[in-house]
């Protein structure tokens, strides 16, 4: 095949404009395109960053799971100070328990 | 949604809500443009073929990243730029391109004959061959550069709001993509720019 006849160009201006005519013409992608979309999962797209609300729910959420173990805390705290304060039984087979105060002051 | 008659802002939307159908009308638009553009960064038309549908992959997969407050034709020239700069680069780095060995005397090998015919399509396009011989010389942000500059004729204001650059950077990337531009034109018996 005989190849064109090439006249070089003066300056790289007139040699762009030249090789724009080479350019070849863009075949239609868009069935090549839409496949290769419909094929590959599309991605879960980035979490956005928080708003102050969001904070402030998830200070909330915090919160909640504090007032939480507090609660059990207190409770715990309640009945261990119970169960102290809970009179002993006073009668065994050695008769009363003797008080150390008892001992001390004699 | 008449597509044909939707701006391309429309059209964005409605792809982000996973529709094909808008997509393939914003394909239908931009490919012959996206086309154009890359075969500055890449002439041999296989793996052209490959870069623009990979550019519209990308933009899909981006569509969330889009804000409509700006133009969807600027971000996806601007994805289209990214992209070919980021093919030229990898291509640099690769010990010998396939452009340079179109040069190379082609014996009976199957791979020498493949690039063989890859040398006579560009023969045909003496001054792409001219043009894609000379880009070679360039580095991949020089060749970005000179590409904005004098394919897409665009301002030094605009490169550097396309590439993320500061004016100064970008002044100072002009001024030496001009500098090795005009030297491998020389080289190439090319006197000005």
């Known amino acids: ?106 | 949604m008449h597509f044909e008659t939707a701006s391309d802002e429309e059209l964005a939307m409605d792809a982000q809500t996973g529709n094909l159908d808008a997509y393939d009308e914003i394909v239908r638009r931009y490919q012959e443009r996206i086309w154009s553009f890359l075969y500055k960064f890449c002439p041999h038309q296989s793996e052209l073929e490959d870069l623009v549908q990979d550019t519209f992959i990308k933009a899909y997969n981006n569509l969330h990243r889009w804000q409509p407050t700006g133009t969807f034709k600027s971000w996806l020239m601007r994805l289209a730029v990214n992209t070919g700069h980021d093919f030229y680069r990898k291509r640099r780095n690769e010990p010998l391109t396939i452009a340079q060995k179109t040069h190379k005397d082609a014996e009976s090998d199957p791979l020498e004959e493949h690039l063989e015919e890859e040398a006579h399509a560009t023969q045909e396009h003496p001054a792409a061959e001219l043009v894609e011989r000379i880009m070679l010389e360039l580095k991949p942000d020089d060749r970005v550069v000179v590409t904005l500059q004098y394919y897409e004729k665009m301002t030094l204001q605009e490169i550097s709001e396309k590439m993320d650059w500061s004016l100064a950077n970008t002044k100072v990337k002009s001024h030496r993509a001009r500098k090795k531009l005009e030297k491998a034109l020389k080289a190439h018996g090319i006197e000005t720019l």
């Open chain 1, 1 to 106: 095949m005989a190849s064109k006849p090439f006249n070089k160009p003066k300056s790289f201006s007139e040699l762009v404009d030249q090789s724009r005519a080479d350019i070849p013409k863009c075949p239609d992608l868009r069935f090549s395109i839409r496949q290769r979309l419909s094929q590959a999962p599309r991605p879960e797209p980035e979490p956005q960053p928080l708003g102050w609300m969001d904070i402030i729910l998830q200070w909330g959420s915090i919160g909640r799971v504090k007032a939480g173990f507090g609660v059990a805390f207190a409770a715990l705290m309640l009945t261990s100070y119970m169960e102290l304060t809970r009179p002993e039984p006073q009668q065994g087979p050695s008769g009363p328990p003797m008080r150390i105060m008892q001992q001390l002051g004699n």
